[in-house]
């Protein structure tokens, strides 16, 4: 039993393959011209094929169009072309976006919506999410920016109404006295740390790009909520995925939260963020947090076993719209 707590769950928790990495090299975050995202997406998009119009679909554990996903090739394409000048990476890119415009459904706000027609053991389809529209809101920014058609940039407008309306209506803003506003990757309310990230980075691209206030606001108000909550997302040795888990952040979301607290430093230039990207860095470093780690996933595996109850999750079990980073 210890051996498989240090094989199945302790191990690939410090796995980064699949996480988004920072670009190795300075990328402009204020500007209102939006090129390169704020971090590498190109490790995050695996296990994928592509159908006959050439739009990215994953593989794993089924076949099946992802808003997330489809958004994040778009913005890898991009950047090739911003790369090389790769005229097939650009004309890839546009199909990319022009799927997302295809594909947004009217929702909640009056805004659009890119459902998710599959099943997850927490989910039934279709459902929505706030990184597939915070993601595709930077994605057709960018096409915008890059291209120059008004659909890529009058969707991503619509694609905010529609994340900032509230759970209580079917959007996705969950609002109490502890969380003033955040972004639900899902329809539990259970506060997805990167999921919600994720999602202001493209409320702060839609500042970036039309100077409008309320975009402003809505992105410090939810950097406030995230700063006055990040604390209940410390376990003192690792970070955790969603707020009410019990459980240490599966798969590469220990390096996720990471580099994406490293771009809202970069971003705010506000101090906490990077304590709290560096702290968290010496949790994947240090071998007295690898340590605590792996005491604290044995205590959990001792009293699921004694109460036959449900044993902790697998690392790389947690994200229901990415499982990719």
Known sequence: AIYRVYRHNLLPRYDTTFAMRLHPFDVDMHGPELTWYYGDLSPCVHDYAFDDAGIVTETVPFRAYNPTMVSEWALIQLEGHLRSGSAEALVSCRRQLEWLIDT???????????????????????????????????????????MGDAAFRDTAVRAFEALDAPVEVGGLRFTDDQFPLWYEEDSRSGHILNGHLYALLGVFDLYRSTGSSIYKDRFELGLESTRASIEQFDLGFYSKYRFIDPHSANGPYHAIHVALMR??????????????????????????????????L????????????????????????????
């Open 263 to 296: 771009i809202l430093h970069q971003i705010s230039g506000q101090d906490w963020c990077l304590e709290v990207a560096e702290r968290w860095d010496r949790y994947a470093r240090e071998r007295r947090f690898k340590v605590e780690h792996f005491a604290f």
């Open 298 to 325: 044995t205590r959990q595996a001792l009293r699921a076993r004694r109460s036959r109850g449900v044993p902790p999750p697998r690392a790389g079990s947690d994200r229901l719209d990415q499982p990719r980073g």
């Open 104 to 146: 947004a459904t009217p929702g909640p706000g009056g805004g659009l919506v890119w459902q998710h027609e599959y099943d997850t053991p927490e989910e039934a389809g279709p459902w929505i999410s706030g990184i597939a529209q915070g993601m595709a809101i930077s994605a057709l920014l960018r096409g915008h920016c890059t």
